[in-house]
């Protein structure tokens, strides 16, 4: 069993920085891939990024690519989230996922999280 947990968001400015933490109470955290996804106020769940369980590839929806950046650290049990140069489109709660792959699709993913609320004002 996994219980993927989120924390680090809050409210920030448009152009400012957040990162979220997810740390996923298992030993066999290493295993897993991890996801980030997000849903907005009246929006369907949406893609953010995910990362292999080496850390060794990593995938990102076109609209976060070059300004989020995922990563993990296996010794931690943590998948992280940073997220520059924020937009008010970026405002949703995200969450994050573990699955056997680094997917774009919600279904690929067994264990999820709460979520974090994140608002970037204009």
């Known amino acids: 069993q996994v219980q993927p947990v989120e924390s680090g968001g809050g409210l920030v400015q448009a152009g400012g920085s957040l990162r979220l933490s997810c740390e996923a109470s298992?030993?066999?955290?290493?295993?897993?891939?991890m996801g980030w996804f997000r849903q907005a106020p009246g929006k369907g769940r949406e893609f953010v990024a995910a990362?292999?369980?080496?850390?060794?590839?990593?995938v990102y929806a076109d609209s976060v690519k070059g300004r989020f950046t995922i990563s993990r650290d296996n010794a931690k049990n943590t998948v992280y989230l940073q997220m520059n140069s924020l937009k008010p489109e970026d405002t949703a709660v995200y969450y994050c996922?573990?699955?056997?792959?680094?997917?774009?699709?919600?279904?690929?993913?067994?264990?999820w999280g709460q979520g974090t609320q994140v608002t970037v004002s204009s």
């Open positions: 996922a573990a699955g056997p792959w680094a997917s774009g699709e919600g279904a690929q993913y067994d264990y």
């Open positions: 298992t030993r066999t955290f290493a295993n897993y891939a």
């Open positions: 990362i292999t369980w080496s850390g060794g590839r990593t």
